[in-house]
């Protein structure tokens, strides 16, 4: 922790980055360590491939710092990459970070392959919001309502609101300490868990006319045929995964997502028996245990549900956490 502070005290001007279709706990970790830098008088300029959702303008982002594109990048003394363990995951943020000299990536994924100057890794943390929350009070950074929501947020989107076996005794004082600093706890965990838009309700019809169990193995796969049909453009697979979790018996979840042709993006989740990241690393992906991802395999969709299953029903045991 001490060299990322040393690098945070000698730059002037910092830019912070985080990987393309950004979740709660990359976004909150970008506006939080954003706030912390203005507190230290630090230049800050934030960079996203596209604009946010607009459930979070709760986070009060300041508009005028925010790009993108990633021309201006080269422009800072110090670029923090966060929430990212593969530099695919940045889109066309990719090419002028990896050629920066002065970069560092605070994350908390246990399987990386990331290309930065310096990494600040917690692989045990909960959320990479977890880590910055530890990171504040070393730099004795005042967490304010500002930062308390944005650590939260993250808190709550990485834990499924203390849902997932990432969830553990110290992330529910965080969430005490944060309350204490009049985080919107509250409003946070009903406007990212329980706000369902058309489109994804028209997204989970499509998910459960196409569930496919396969033993303790259920997948659901939405393809462009289908968004077609329903008039939509097609939605997060990882917005969708959550609505099939509380299915009994079954240990592996698997949502398949055509988001162009023949392009295909999953979303994985698994009880706390098999480490579901094995399966995402063997198709490009990567993650966590309990929750992982796989983006832009090519192929037809129904062949890459296939090849996904015969490789699950092959290694299953391997597959299985020893404690």
Known sequence: MRHIIEMINSANKIALITHTKPDPDAIGSVW??????????????????????????????????????????????????????????????????????????????????????????????????????????????????????????????????????????????????LAKNNADINFINTILMNKITKELAKGIKILFSNLDFRGNILFSTLSLKDYKIEKISPVSSADLIGYLTDIENID??????????????????????????????????????QASGLQEMIGDIGEVKENIYKYISNNLQSLIITK
């Open 252 to 289: 592996i979840f698997i949502v398949l997502n055509e988001k162009s042709k023949n392009k295909i993006s999953a979303s994985l989740r698994s009880n706390n028996k098999y480490d579901i990241s094995i399966v995402a690393k063997q198709f490009g992906g990567g993650g966590h245990k």
């Open 32 to 177: 939080a360590l954003y706030f912390a830098l203005k507190q230290l008088n630090k230049k800050v300029s934030v960079f996203f491939e596209e604009p946010l959702p607009k459930i979070f303008d709760y986070l009060e982002p300041v508009i005028n710092d925010v790009y993108y594109n990633g021309t201006n990048l080269k422009d800072n003394d110090l670029i923090i990459a966060l929430d990212i363990a593969n530099t695919k995951l940045l889109g066309k943020l990719k090419e002028p970070y990896v050629k920066f000299k002065n970069s560092v990536c605070i994350d908390h994924h246990p399987m990386r392959k990331m290309e930065a100057g310096y990494e600040f890794v917690v692989d045990n943390a909960c959320a990479t919001t977890e880590i910055l929350y530890d990171l504040f009070f070393t730099m004795e950074i005042k967490i304010t309502k500002q930062i308390a929501n944005c650590i939260y947020t993250g808190i709550v989107g990485d834990t499924g609101r203390f849902l997932y076996s990432n969830t553990n005794a110290k992330t529910f004082k965080m969430a005490y300490e």
